[in-house]
């Protein structure tokens, strides 16, 4: 998320409230507009199945649920060292070895990924039929592109086409749907998975106009970043654990005998859970895009000043007074989002209390969405504390906070599992590990900041080398030379073409 904050400080700059607003927005839509998105697109899709036919709903929530929490995970995987490398390839201005690492990443999830995933969908063949379970595929496997595309926004700076892609896919998807279930009356789960695949489509062919206009194509071996794998293993343990904690209480609850219900297959789910889940998720979404405007507009303007006071041989008053002042904007606005994020909390729980109610939930139900709520606040405060570890390169903290909170929650609930009155609390003590670990963390980093920078790097570079990135670097030292001798035989082609012209015209 690193390159949103030059367009942000920009925004920002401007005074009054539609600045404002617009910067907001544009932070909103970025951070957390796939899961809005999905969010909108379900609440939406429901409605129209209710009026028609619900026969077959439990399956077709079944296939979407399984597909986004499947995407999510597998995103996860390469989503911070693809950015990391786009990051880098365009602080060094290399811009022709973004797109390759793109299409790179694609190759390297969806193929081995995509064959477990239609192994999985095969179980539900005696119920699901196979135009359905290729629709679900593809509804999965688009969604992990777009997902990857979301860490090259950062090359982009028309935010207002972004949106404009955003509402497309919002709106085909439930245009298609409607179309389909209303007018044409076909299965509910075949319309709205086409409707989705369609939806999402729409989302991943304008992203990738965009990308398109902004990069080069590119040249070398599309798998040139997987020295970055080796090189920053800590970046994708870390983004895995960390997407894993949110996810792994529910996954725990829909295979539990007590709390899961079987739907066909492999596929599982836990009603009560699930929908408190869903409502509860979204709590965390304003410290997400909080998080992102104070930490690239403010805390960032003191993080550049200090850096820039390191890497200019300044005096060493200069790298106190400068290092202070860094670290004191960074405990006001993590102080900031602490108390935005309990104001939020505390008026979503009183607001949703209502229309809950009205919906049918029961007073165990509400219960369950409180403290899901409670922990999905702490969870979002404790990714910024992680995330922001990244910020002082500090990967093995990064990575160490979110394996003990992925460890904590799942051990939490599993073993919480024979109380019912507790449901939920197991993951709020996983979030409030991971909070304090990365906390701690942070404010030993800080503390000693100086050390940090200057001591704690190898004075000799290290350099990883292993099967992968060997690899790597002889597939993409292969690319470069075919490209060059391609380059180079249709120059000749074009000079033997101009020469034998030149021959022929008359003297």
Same mark, same amino acid.
């Given at each position: ?37 999905a969010?909108?697109? #379900? +609440? ?41 490398? @786009? ?7 290399? &811009? ?24 999985l ?5 005696? %119920? ?7 629709l ?46 209303? %007018?044409?009356?076909?299965?509910v ?7 989705? %695949?369609?939806?999402y ?27 970055? =794998? =080796?090189k920053?293993?800590? *970046?994708?343990l ?8 949110v996810?792994?209480?529910? #996954?725990i ?8 219900e079987?739907?066909?297959? *492999?596929?599982?789910? @836990? ?10 998720? +979204?709590?965390? *979404? ?6 992102? =405007? ?23 008053? /200069?790298? /106190? ?12 606005? =993590? ?13 979503y ?5 209502? &229309? ?12 369950v ?19 922001l *570890? #990244? ?15 992925? %460890? ?27 909070f304090?670990?990365?906390?701690i963390r ?6 000693n900041? /100086? ?10 570079a ?7 990135? @060997?690899?790597a670097?002889?597939? /993409? ?29 008359? @003297?």
């Amino acid at each position: 998320m690193a390159g949103i904050g030059f367009e942000l400080k920009r925004i920002f700059q401007g005074k009054g409230i539609a600045s404002t607003a617009w910067g907001y927005s544009c932070a909103a839509m970025i951070v957390s507009g796939p899961t809005f998105l999905a969010v909108i697109m #379900l +609440l939406v899709l429901q409605r129209i199945a209710m009026s028609s036919s619900m026969e077959g709903w439990d399956i077709l929530l079944g296939l979407i649920t399984y597909a986004m929490f499947a995407a999510l995970i597998v995103s996860s995987v390469l989503s911070q060292v693809l950015s990391r490398w @786009s990051a880098d390839a365009l602080y060094s201005k290399k &811009y022709n070895r973004i797109l390759p690492s793109l299409f790179g990443g694609y190759t390297v999830l969806i193929v081995p990924f995509g064959i477990l995933y239609w192994l999985l969908l095969r179980t539900t063949a005696s %119920v699901v039929s196979t135009p359905d379970r290729i629709l679900a595929w593809l509804f999965f496997s688009i969604m992990v592109m777009v997902y990857l595309e979301l860490g090259y926004l950062t090359a982009l700076k028309n935010y207002m086409r972004v949106l404009m892609w955003f509402v497309a896919g919002v709106v085909g998807t439930i245009a298609i749907a409607f179309f389909y279930i209303v %007018v044409l009356q076909l299965s509910v789960t075949t319309s709205i998975l086409t409707g989705l %695949v369609a939806g999402y489509g729409i989302i991943f062919c304008g992203y990738t106009i965009q990308l398109y206009r902004e990069l080069p194509i590119g040249n070398g071996s599309k798998f040139r970043f997987l020295e970055y =794998v =080796v090189k920053y293993y800590e *970046l994708i343990l870390s983004s895995l654990f960390s997407i894993l904690m949110v996810y792994s209480h529910i #996954l725990i609850m829909w295979y539990s005998p007590r709390y899961g219900e079987h739907i066909v297959g *492999l596929l599982y789910r @836990s009603p009560m859970y699930d929908t408190s889940a869903f409502y509860a998720f +979204l709590v965390g *979404l304003p410290t997400n895009i909080l998080f992102v =405007v104070s930490m690239e507009t403010k805390f960032y303007e003191k993080f550049k000043v200090f850096f820039d006071t390191v890497s200019s041989n300044g005096t060493l008053k /200069d790298l /106190d007074i400068t290092g202070k002042e860094m670290i004191n904007q960074l405990w006001l606005e =993590v102080l900031h989002l602490e108390l935005i994020q309990l104001i939020f909390l505390m008026a979503y729980m009183a607001l949703m209390r209502f &229309y809950l109610a009205t919906i049918g939930f029961t007073r165990t139900l509400l219960i369950v969405f409180f403290l899901l709520c409670i922990g999905y606040a702490i969870q979002s405060l404790g990714q910024c504390l992680v995330l922001l *570890l #990244l910020y002082f390169d500090d990967r093995k903290g990064a990575m160490v906070s979110s394996l003990i909170g992925f %460890v904590a929650t799942t051990a939490a609930t599993y073993a919480l599992l024979p109380y019912e009155n507790l449901m939920g609390i197991g993951f709020i003590i996983g979030a409030l590990i991971m909070f304090t670990v990365s906390f701690i963390r942070l404010k030993k980093i800080l503390s000693n900041i /100086d050390n940090q920078i200057f001591a704690s790097q190898p004075i000799f570079a290290i350099n990883r080398r292993n099967l992968i990135s @060997s690899l790597a670097i002889a597939l /993409d030292k292969g690319a470069i030379d075919r490209e060059d001798r391609r380059a180079q035989r249709q120059e000749a082609k074009s000079k033997g073409k101009t020469k034998k012209e030149n021959e022929r015209r008359p @003297s």
